[in-house]
């Protein structure tokens, strides 16, 4: 990955990261039916308990990943999602690299994470593999579909 590349916590009504959230929200309604999809527009990150974090080259926001805090000892990852120009750099491994250090940071235990069981998220699904992510059972509030996939990993 680019040295000049910062992963800092991100405003998600800064117009950068509002159009990865936008691609992020339109991969998966090009590959996925809309019940299945589970979406958070920027509105949604400014209310929730969602920490945004990207990355950053710049004034351009290259990717971007949420942690959502899973009662005290757990989190979820949430919209994991790199612009096209970024993707095969490194960026994915890296963002992903930095939430598992921040939830190790907050004591957390462990880690989960929905994805999508097709074609499209495969990239993602072999990313999550190679750190150590495995597959589970629906968890919190998703159920079983087959659309998607659980994963999870200890911290």
């Not at 996925?32 to 308990?49: I, M």
């Not at 890296?94 to 940071?105: K, N, P, Q, T, Y």
Request: hydrophobic residues 40%; aromatic residues 8%; negative net charge.
């Amino acid at each position: 990955m680019d040295p000049l590349i910062e992963i800092r916590q991100s405003d998600p009504s800064l117009p950068a990261v509002i159009r990865l959230i936008e691609a992020h929200n339109a991969h998966g309604d090009a590959h996925y039916p809309a019940e299945s999809n589970h979406h958070l527009t920027p509105d949604d990150y400014a209310v929730s308990d969602v920490d945004l974090w990207g990355a950053w080259h710049g004034p351009d926001c290259l990717g971007m990943i949420g942690l959502q805090p899973l009662g005290e000892a757990a989190g979820e990852i949430k919209s994991m999602h790199v612009g096209q120009a970024a993707r095969g750099q490194g960026v994915a491994a890296a963002l992903l690299e930095h939430v598992i250090r921040v939830a190790g940071e907050r004591g957390w235990q462990s880690l989960w994470l929905e994805t999508g069981s097709r074609d499209g998220s495969a990239a993602a699904r072999a990313l999550y593999e190679k750190c150590g992510f495995c597959y589970t059972e629906p968890f919190g509030t998703y159920v079983l579909d087959p659309e998607s996939v659980f994963m999870t990993r200890r911290i």
